[in-house]
C-alpha cells in the first residue's frame, strides 16, 4: 500500500497561505480582484482551477509571479488532484 498525500488544491493555498494571513474573505478579495465572490469561494473550495485570467489577477494583487498559480495548478492536475 502506498502512503501517498493528499494533493493540495492552489485554491487551499490561496486561502491558507494568503487570504487567512490577510484577514481577507471571499468578498473582499473578490473585490480586489474584481470578479464575483462565488469564483473566489469556488476556488478555495477546491471546486474550480486557476485559470490563465485568475491566475493574472492573483499575481498582480499578491506580488507573486502568474507562473506561480498556474504551476499550482499544473502540478494539482498532473499529481490526480482532480
Not at 1 to 8: D, F, G, P, V
Not at 46 to 60: I, N, W, Y
Request: charged share 25%; hydrophobic share 40%.
Amino acid at each position: 500500500m502506498e502512503n501517498r498525500l493528499k494533493e493540495i488544491h492552489p485554491g487551499e493555498i490561496l486561502r491558507e497561505e494568503f487570504m487567512l494571513p490577510l484577514g481577507l474573505s471571499h468578498v473582499q478579495l473578490a473585490e480586489m480582484l474584481d470578479v464575483p465572490a462565488s469564483q473566489v469561494e469556488r476556488l478555495t473550495e477546491g471546486k474550480a482551477p486557476v485559470s490563465a485570467d485568475m491566475a493574472l489577477r492573483l499575481a498582480k494583487q499578491f506580488k507573486v509571479s502568474q507562473q506561480f498559480w498556474l504551476n499550482l495548478q499544473a502540478h494539482y492536475d498532473r499529481n490526480g488532484g482532480r
